[in-house]
């Protein structure tokens, strides 16, 4: 690893790399050559996970988490082609009237063999594989065609927030996939809002903010999801063409026990509201958190307060006989 790291001349300039490695013994890892090579594969992809520029001897662990990555994403395959996936929504709630005035799009999978998988197990095997990308764009195209549909029944004031994986925002095809999908759909692209997390946003700032421009021009409502978890420089933020920040979880769930949460959220909304954006706070349980929210002035919120993640019919009823503003508001 030291002897590949040195720098070397190319075409007149100076260039270097790195390396991962894996390392495979004979012979408790294999007693063949092809099956130390695979071992050894293993161990390598362990030692990218691990951040790359590091070694990893093979573990039975790997082998047994390599077979879990295949099954997987063999089975989302299988659920992508014959819809097996499905989403779920969950309420966003003005703070001032309590009243419904969006939904956060979740993905959801039930498989016939592996029964309820949850997407903190299958989204990371989506994105190492890339499947997020093909995932991504069929969620936003169920997205699409909600919106349309509740256009013809006359819930057309409902805006609907979806997430874009970073491989999926950073995409050369997100542009004109959604130019295509609002056409094929007839939606108006303010009804929907497109969630990028801090963290993504800013690997490449530059990038970022021209990604955000394109869109924003579109008509299309732009949110940083998960803000307070990553590197946000403020004076980006203040050059993104945003609409929303989304305050983290876990800033709001200690909010009433915590003075450093407390102020971190207070200062976050007043940060926002003096760059002209919005503020939506996640993760709102008690009553407590949201009257601290109300009375520092946030405008929207959502959580199990309000509403935990239902299927679209479900929702669907909950918005149309909501007569009342929604339990805890």
Same mark, same amino acid.
């Given at each position: ?13 100076? /260039?270097? @790399? ?6 495979? &013994? ?20 362990? /030692? ?10 093979? @573990? ?18 299988? /659920? ?36 309820? $998988? ?20 069929? $969620? ?14 006359? *819930? ?5 927030? $979806?997430?874009? @994986? /970073? ?7 997100? *542009?004109?996939? &959604?130019?295509?999908? $609002? ?38 409502? &732009? ?9 946000s420089s403020l004076a980006y933020l203040k050059l993104f063409a945003i609409d929303r920040i989304k305050i983290d979880r876990g800033f709001v769930k ?9 102020v971190i959220v207070a200062a976050t909304i007043g940060l926002a509201h003096s760059l002209g954006l919005a503020v939506v706070a996640e993760g709102v ?7 601290? &929210? ?36």
């Amino acid at each position: 690893m030291e002897a590949l790291s040195q720098p070397y001349q190319l075409g007149g300039a100076t /260039a270097h @790399s790195g390396c991962s490695v894996g390392v495979a &013994l004979f012979p408790d890892d294999g007693e063949d050559a092809s099956t130390l090579i695979r071992h050894a594969d293993m161990a390598m992809y362990a /030692a990218k996970r691990e951040g790359r520029g590091n070694f990893q001897f093979f @573990s039975p662990a790997m082998n047994a988490a390599t077979h879990e990555h295949l099954l997987l994403e063999n089975r989302m395959w299988g /659920a992508l082609n014959t819809n097996g996936f499905k989403l779920h929504l969950q309420a966003q709630v003005s703070l001032e009237t309590g009243r419904v005035i969006g939904a956060e799009v979740l993905l959801r999978w039930h498989d016939q063999e592996l029964g309820t $998988v949850e997407p903190s197990r299958f989204i990371p095997v989506a994105e190492e594989s890339g499947m997020i990308v093909p995932l991504g764009d069929w $969620v936003l195209g169920q997205a699409m065609a909600l919106l349309a549909e509740w256009r013809r029944e006359g *819930l057309d004031d409902i805006r609907l927030a $979806v997430n874009l @994986s /970073a491989r999926q925002f950073s995409g050369a095809s997100l *542009l004109s996939r &959604l130019d295509e999908l $609002v056409a094929y759909h007839g939606i108006d692209p303010a009804m929907m809002e497109l969630e990028i997390t801090e963290t993504a946003a800013m690997r490449d700032p530059e990038s970022t903010r021209e990604q955000l421009r394109q869109l924003r021009a579109r008509g299309f409502k &732009l949110a940083i999801d998960d803000f307070g978890t990553g590197y946000s420089s403020l004076a980006y933020l203040k050059l993104f063409a945003i609409d929303r920040i989304k305050i983290d979880r876990g800033f709001v769930k200690d909010i009433e026990h915590n003075p450093n949460d407390a102020v971190i959220v207070a200062a976050t909304i007043g940060l926002a509201h003096s760059l002209g954006l919005a503020v939506v706070a996640e993760g709102v349980e008690t009553h407590a958190q949201w009257g601290f &929210l109300r009375d520092k002035h946030g405008d929207e919120a959502q959580g199990y307060l309000f509403a935990r993640p239902m299927p679209v019919a479900d929702f669907r009823e909950f918005i149309r006989h909501q007569e009342q503003p929604v339990p805890g508001a």
